[in-house]
């Protein structure tokens, strides 16, 4: 099965950067689209960058639009997210999530991993 990890979070001061890692394993040769989500306490999951497979079609949710840049490496094995120009509303947790299988849904997720902004 699909494994979806998540990494590179941490504890960042506003308008710095990080860079979060989701290495995928496991039977990923169905996967159609892969995606970051984050949530913050209280708050809905919300959906914030997602790429094709294949690398193509990037698109971004209107609030991190010019900051963030979604990408994956050559052996389509590693889903990056670069986030510039943090701010403190960013602060969530980040989710890796897959659509494997699936042209509608995102059914395969990762652990999660906490990015924090400070001000």
């Known amino acids: 099965q699909v494994q979806l990890v998540e990494s590179g979070g941490g504890l960042v001061q506003a308008g710095g950067s990080l860079r979060l890692s989701c290495a995928a394993s496991?039977?990923?040769?169905?996967?159609?689209?892969v995606a970051w989500f984050r949530q913050a306490p209280g708050k809905e999951r919300e959906f914030v960058a997602a790429i094709l497979w294949d690398g193509g079609n990037p698109y971004y949710a209107d609030s991190v639009k010019g900051r963030f840049t979604i990408s994956g490496d050559n052996a389509k094995t590693t889903v990056y997210l670069l986030m510039n120009s943090l701010k403190p509303e960013d602060t969530a947790i980040y989710y890796c999530?897959?659509?494997?299988?699936?042209?509608?849904?995102?059914?395969?997720w990762g652990q999660g991993t906490q990015v924090t902004v400070s001000s």
């Open positions: 999530a897959a659509q494997i299988g699936s042209y509608s849904a995102y059914n395969y």
């Open positions: 496991g039977r990923t040769f169905s996967a159609y689209r």
